[in-house]
Antibody
């Protein structure tokens, strides 16, 4: 069955770079898109960006200068890297296959 | 960016009551390919979002048929015909017609 699981550090210092991995199973990354969505504590959802089956990417313009999404199809993994983190980047980060299937999310706190 | 305005922000209901949530867009969500990329999600407390409706009115896999979606252009509605206890949580509309994809602010469904 389709599964997605996010992993990464729970704590990141301000100004540092966040690196997250979404490990998927039950489908091919070359046939489906995977997107990242985040949710600050107690707040709503924000689409960050995604990588399509052909490897092309789209980013939220508000984050584009800091964000990079890539993948390793041989490992069934999608990566998120975002630099210059600030405290308002504290959030739960979800990966999702085309909005139909979602990971459990990973909480990332930006704090010194 | 497209702004999605959901009303009401809080909805109190009794079990068995039928309720509706409105989602209004700042721009038409009709894409040049003829599709309208408007989705509805439910996020139960402590859980990942669950897709309920895609392309305005199509029921997601495994979603009970008491949920229905309607609308066109800039005005959309999610209806629950007979609220059940498992329906409590926050509902979000989302558009993927225009980049960046954007979510509404959410509607919290609670028991009266």
């Amino acid at each position: 069955q389709v599964q997605l699981k996010e992993s990464g550090p729970g704590l990141v210092q301000p100004s540092q770079t966040l690196s997250l991995t979404c490990t998927v199973s039950g489908f091919s990354l070359t046939s489906n898109s995977v997107h990242w969505v985040r949710q600050p504590p107690g707040k709503g959802l924000e689409w960050m960006g995604g990588i399509w089956g052909d490897g092309s990417t789209d980013y939220n313009s508000a984050l584009k200068s800091r964000l990079s999404i890539s993948r390793d199809t041989s490992k069934s993994q999608v990566f998120l890297k975002m630099n210059s983190l600030q405290t308002d980047d504290t959030a739960i980060y979800f990966c999702t296959r085309e909005l139909a299937y979602w990971g459990q999310g990973v909480m990332v706190t930006v704090s010194s | 960016d497209v702004v999605l305005t959901q009303t009401p922000s809080i909805l109190s209901a009794t079990i068995g009551q039928s309720v509706s949530i409105s989602c209004r867009s700042s721009q038409s969500l009709l894409d040049s390919d003829g599709n309208t990329y408007l989705y509805w999600f439910l996020q139960r407390p402590g859980q990942s979002p669950q897709r309920l409706i895609y392309l305005v009115s199509n029921l997601g896999s495994g979603v009970p048929n008491r949920f229905s979606g309607s609308g066109s252009g800039t005005d959309f509605t999610l209806k629950i015909s007979g609220v059940e206890a498992e329906d409590l949580g926050v509902y979000y509309c989302m558009q993927a017609t225009h980049a960046p994809w954007t979510f509404g602010g959410g509607t919290k469904l609670e028991l009266k």
